[in-house]
């Protein structure tokens, strides 16, 4: 998915340990039904699951006056969006009474924690159709050499993914000879106005080419396409936002389920963690003001991001401008306070919390971004988590790619990502003509980087590092929160954003999460959390 962050590196329980399935666990929501309707989804993947001191910002408004406030929260001796700090700074007393997320704030089973990710993994990887069915796949597969110049001849007739597969298992062998001589095949066989797979197949080649000549800026300059303008950029983030429902799914769902937690709220406090443009906002306020009795004093604080940053062309005041105007025009009490660093450098004292605010947290697309215990011994997304935690929020929505990339190693690693993105690419041939330069501009800006970067980079510089949603279940509830459901009334809306889509875009239900697939792969999963009060961190 879009990138939150310009990356530093390629150009791109029901119990506490619940038991592993590897099979499929997801129901497709019948959209010509009623909205609570379901039926099974027979398919040939495998789904993996789970069973079952604050910023000084004034003093507030009274709720009654539709008054609009946007206050900037304290900043960061660094603004470097690096996840990778020295040292973790102890958070302020945490005025909801529970621990808190600073360095030694609070203790978990972490080894317990690393136990159940490692068999997790494991069951993924060895059950993995998908590297089953590219293992010895090639008709050429097992020969020692080659004859380039015969097999650039033969390329008309060569198999695209068995030859990206060829190449990337010369990377993982180390036969950098081989591996070379297959990009120069490949660059033959591919193009950006062509085929998904040959579209996908530019990226892919790319990412080999940059994975072997270096680390860091040296892939970053691997890339061949331009840097685009903030204006540049935006249009292209805005072409993937209209044909492809990924982020519209994500702010349909989750403004569904903050809708139902905070009824009946008097104030609400809603932290996002990837606030991009404020989109997701501008819809939800316009359903609160159509609140019975009322609507809410709503605070909302965004915390940002340099691509977000460089595309908008401005700071988050801007988004701040944009929701108080809807808010006023709304007559919505409301106001704004801005995050600017990464979500990695997040403190109790960043994000403005009040007491007396019914406080909900978003994730939509970025928690993959935060370095884990693999990446570092800080391990941010379980600090963030912790942290989140110890707020007491109503509820936490979390919202991500259905893909398996964090630990696998490289060649499964790259066999989910060609895996994944085939369904992507295919997902957006059905909604523009292949030789659509916006299409192009939108998928060489928006998603080769991520691409890119998966297959490159290692590391600290890897931060396209998804989870699948069982492995989600097990950080969620090991960080003291137990799973909600996410309701009809969030199916039923997804669903009816899903109608201005092609008809091969469906929605499922896994244990209560929702996920929206594109045919039988399922691309995006939402949930829902809320601390789980019989867990005490």
């Given at each position: 998915m879009q990138t939150s962050q310009k990356h530093h590196s390629a150009a791109g329980l029901h119990m506490l340990y619940p038991q592993v399935h590897c099979s499929p666990q997801f129901q497709v929501i019948d959209k010509t039904k009623k909205k609570n309707a379901f039926s099974?989804?027979?398919?040939?993947?495998?789904?993996?699951?789970?069973?079952?001191?604050?910023?000084?910002?004034?003093?507030?408004?009274?709720?009654?006056?539709?008054?609009?406030?946007?206050?900037?929260?304290?900043?960061?001796?660094?603004?470097?969006?690096?996840?990778?700090?020295?040292?973790?700074?102890?958070?302020?007393?945490?005025?909801?009474?529970?621990?808190?997320s600073g360095a030694s704030s609070y203790v978990y089973d972490e080894a317990g924690f690393k136990s159940k990710i490692r068999e997790l993994e494991v069951s993924l990887l060895s059950s993995d159709p998908k590297v089953e069915e590219y293992s010895g796949f090639s008709p050429v597969a097992g020969k020692s050499s080659w004859n380039w110049d015969d097999l650039l001849a033969l390329t008309p007739q060569l198999d695209l993914k068995e030859v990206l597969l060829e190449a990337a298992q010369a990377v993982a062998n180390e036969d950098f000879a081989t591996a070379c001589g297959f990009i120069d095949?490949?660059?033959?066989?591919?193009?950006?106005?062509?085929?998904?797979?040959?579209?996908?197949?530019?990226?892919?080649?790319?990412?080999?080419?940059?994975?072997?000549?270096?680390?860091?800026?040296?892939?970053?300059?691997?890339?061949?396409?331009?840097?685009?303008?903030?204006?540049?950029?935006?249009?292209?983030?805005?072409?993937?936002?209209?044909?492809?429902?990924?982020?519209?799914?994500?702010?349909?769902?989750?403004?569904?389920?903050?809708?139902?937690?905070?009824?009946?709220?008097?104030?609400?406090?809603?932290?996002?963690?990837?606030?991009?443009?404020?989109?997701?906002?501008?819809?939800?306020?316009?359903?609160?003001?159509?609140?019975?009795?009322?609507?809410?004093?709503?605070?909302?604080?965004?915390?940002?991001?340099?691509?977000?940053?460089?595309?908008?062309?401005?700071?988050?005041?801007?988004?701040?401008?944009?929701?108080?105007?809807?808010?006023?025009?709304c007559g919505v009490p409301f106001q704004f306070h801005d995050a600017v660093m990464s979500g990695c450098k997040v403190h109790r004292e960043h994000l403005g919390v009040e007491p007396g605010f019914a406080v909900v947290v978003n994730f939509p697309y970025v928690l993959h971004h935060m370095p884990d215990e693999s990446v570092s011994v800080e391990n941010h997304r379980d600090r963030l988590l912790h942290l989140i935690k110890s707020l007491g929020p109503k509820l936490v929505t979390l919202v991500e790619q259905e893909s398996n990339t964090n630990t696998s190693p490289f060649l499964s690693r790259f066999v989910e990502t060609l895996d994944y993105y085939t369904a992507m690419f295919e997902s957006i041939d059905a909604a523009r003509p292949r030789d659509d330069k916006q299409r192009i501009s939108a998928e060489q800006h928006c998603v080769a980087r991520d691409i890119v970067n998966m297959i490159a980079c290692e590391e600290m510089e890897r931060v396209e590092r998804h989870e699948v949603l069982g492995k989600w279940r097990v950080r969620m509830m090991m960080a003291g929160f137990m799973g909600w459901p996410v309701s009809s009334s969030a199916a039923f809306a997804a669903s009816e954003m899903l109608k201005g889509y092609d008809k091969n875009y469906k929605l499922g239900e896994s244990e209560g999460a929702l996920c929206l697939f594109w045919k039988r792969r399922p691309m995006a999963t939402c949930s829902a959390w809320k601390p789980n009060p019989n867990q005490i961190m």
């Open positions: 099974d989804i027979p398919s040939k993947e495998s789904f993996f699951t789970l069973e079952s001191s604050t910023a000084s910002v004034g003093p507030l408004p009274s709720y009654e006056s539709p008054s609009v406030s946007i206050t900037s929260g304290p900043s960061p001796s660094s603004h470097s969006q690096s996840c990778i700090s020295s040292d973790l700074h102890p958070s302020p007393e945490n005025v909801y009474g529970s621990p808190l095949v490949l660059e033959q066989m591919v193009s950006v106005s062509g085929t998904p797979i040959q579209r996908l197949g530019t990226y892919m080649a790319e990412g080999l080419r940059a994975r072997l000549q270096g680390t860091g800026g040296n892939i970053y300059r691997a890339l061949k396409c331009n840097e685009p303008t903030g204006r540049e950029l935006m249009s292209y983030m805005g072409v993937l936002y209209e044909i492809c429902p990924y982020w519209k799914f994500a702010y349909t769902a989750a403004n569904a389920a903050i809708l139902e937690a905070v009824a009946g709220e008097k104030r609400v406090h809603i932290i996002d963690f990837q606030i991009a443009q404020g989109s997701q906002y501008l819809f939800l306020i316009q359903e609160l003001a159509k609140r019975p009795g009322g609507p809410p004093l709503l605070r909302v604080t965004g915390v940002d991001d340099s691509q977000s940053r460089f595309a908008r062309g401005g700071g988050l005041s801007l988004i701040g401008e944009k929701l108080a105007d809807m808010a006023r025009s």
